[in-house]
């Protein structure tokens, strides 16, 4: 019901993704679909909690798992970030300005006792101290809230993406029976839905999500992904490498945006400079369509997904991380090895034709 109106407000008031050099669509575009995120979600949490406890049982009490305090950290944090979206995809925004706000957002969701405080074992790291958990968290949170927003270059990636996590996220909360997070999961899987339609399949009537879309996105899987990985409760030493999950469900987009900057810092740049090193573009620049682009890319993240809940059951949880830097490593040569290939046939070509 809300994309149609925010199509038309887009087009009135002249609202576009312009292109250019390092985007990837050659028509203007409407980019305020993000725009309904967040308000959508917190209406359908409300009616669902109000429908949850309309039994008065105690039972329910268990849906409310996410104490009070958790919640506002949540709604408070994305509040802050919708704003700067929305402004961003209006007006516009200096970056600086925006990292400060993800700062801010990051340390509102930490101020609600929500941290990483156990490793699992990673690297060799099991139960950090408090402080160390917090400034982690807060960097972490501030890392995938940008690793979305810079996943989103090719149509449907980003909610593709979002999707495969929440799904797996929801499944994972459904079975430690945290239905409250589970239900947070559902209802952004249902969010996104309509607006992959209007990303990918409409063409006269398009939409991106924009920054609204994509910041509110990743602070929302940062604060899911957090939670799972948090140690609270007996349940969770029952879990097997709950951060190693965590980290595999936003694997594609936590891992390229690493890539990207480490690249951009070798080569002396600013590790926040747009250009066209994402996963994404190298598949764009070898000739792939968007949507070829983002059903390989989506097909990948469900890989990661499906591959470490297995293994992981079975091996060191060292050993699982090794295999997926491996794979990721080799799929990142694989596409630099063919875009070198390509170039080079395109200059043959260009060589004899001049002659």
């Known amino acids: 019901m809300v994309l149609p109106r925010i199509v038309y407000i887009s087009k009135r008031k002249k609202l576009y993704d312009i292109p250019d050099a390092r985007k990837s669509h050659v028509n203007p575009v409407p980019r305020l679909a993000g725009i309904s995120f967040f308000p959508i979600m917190l209406f359908a949490i409300s009616v669902c909690t109000l429908i949850a406890s309309g039994s008065n049982s105690l039972e329910t009490m268990h849906f409310f798992e996410p104490t009070l305090l958790r919640l506002a950290a949540l709604i408070g944090g994305c509040l802050l970030l919708w704003g700067v979206g929305v402004r961003d995809d209006t007006v516009g925004v200096r970056y600086k300005n925006k990292m400060v706000v993800q700062l801010l957002s990051a340390m509102i969701l930490v101020s609600g006792d929500l941290y990483i405080n156990n490793f699992n074992g990673l690297f060799g790291i099991w139960a950090i101290p408090e402080w160390v958990g917090i400034l982690f968290t807060i960097g972490l949170v501030m890392f995938i809230t940008n690793a979305v927003n810079l996943i989103d270059g090719a149509d449907g990636l980003a909610s593709g993406i979002s999707g495969v996590a929440l799904i797996a996220f929801g499944y994972l909360y459904l079975q430690r029976g945290m239905l409250f997070y589970a239900m947070i999961c559902t209802i952004l899987v249902g969010i996104l839905i309509p607006f992959f339609y209007y990303n990918v399949f409409k063409t006269t009537r398009k939409l991106f999500m924009g920054d609204t879309g994509s910041l509110t996105l990743g602070y929302l899987l ?134």
């Open 222 to 355: 940062a604060f899911l992904g957090v939670r799972y990985a948090m140690e609270t409760d007996f349940e969770y030493k029952q879990l097997t490498s709950p951060v190693m999950i965590s980290l595999s469900a936003m694997f594609i987009p936590l891992f390229d945006a690493l890539r990207v900057m480490l690249e951009r810092m070798c080569k002396g740049k600013s590790p926040f400079q747009p250009d066209r090193r994402h996963i994404h573009h190298k598949l764009l620049d070898l000739g792939f369509s968007h949507r070829k682009t983002m059903v390989r890319l989506v097909i990948c993240a469900e890989i990661f997904v499906i591959l470490n809940t297995n293994i992981v059951k079975f091996l060191n949880i060292n050993i699982v991380f090794a295999i997926d830097m491996i794979l990721w490593l080799t799929l990142i040569q694989t596409l630099n090895f063919l875009k070198k290939k390509k170039t080079l046939k395109k200059h043959k070509i260009n060589a004899i034709n001049s002659h």
